[in-house]
């Protein structure tokens, strides 16, 4: 998806254990354009109950950001970027079955 200053996602997570697992994270990675250099002071993320989240340089100018462990009863992350990119959201949760 294209944003420009806000995004709010909500989801609905159905798993065979409840999502407050604390190994569970949100993960979502910012690919930018090729062409635009990244400066790492240029991002600026919150999250999950205005927490902040680490901000990891990756490869191919694309950074991603890895939430803290989810709360209980997570349903929703409101991410606040200062520039424009093209935002695409991964979930994943541990899972062991017994």
Do not use: H
């Amino acid at each position: 998806m294209k944003m420009d200053s806000f995004i709010n996602a909500s989801m609905d997570i159905e798993s065979p254990r409840d999502i407050e697992d604390p190994k569970s994270r949100v993960f979502f990675y910012m690919a930018s354009d090729p062409s635009v250099s990244i400066r790492e002071e240029q991002w600026d993320v919150t999250c999950g109950q205005d927490r902040k989240c680490s901000i990891k340089r990756g490869k191919l100018a694309t950074v991603f950001v890895e939430t803290p462990p989810l709360q209980r009863k997570f349903s929703s992350v409101v991410w606040k970027l200062l520039n424009g990119r093209t935002v695409i959201l991964c979930v994943r949760w541990d899972i062991r079955l017994v």
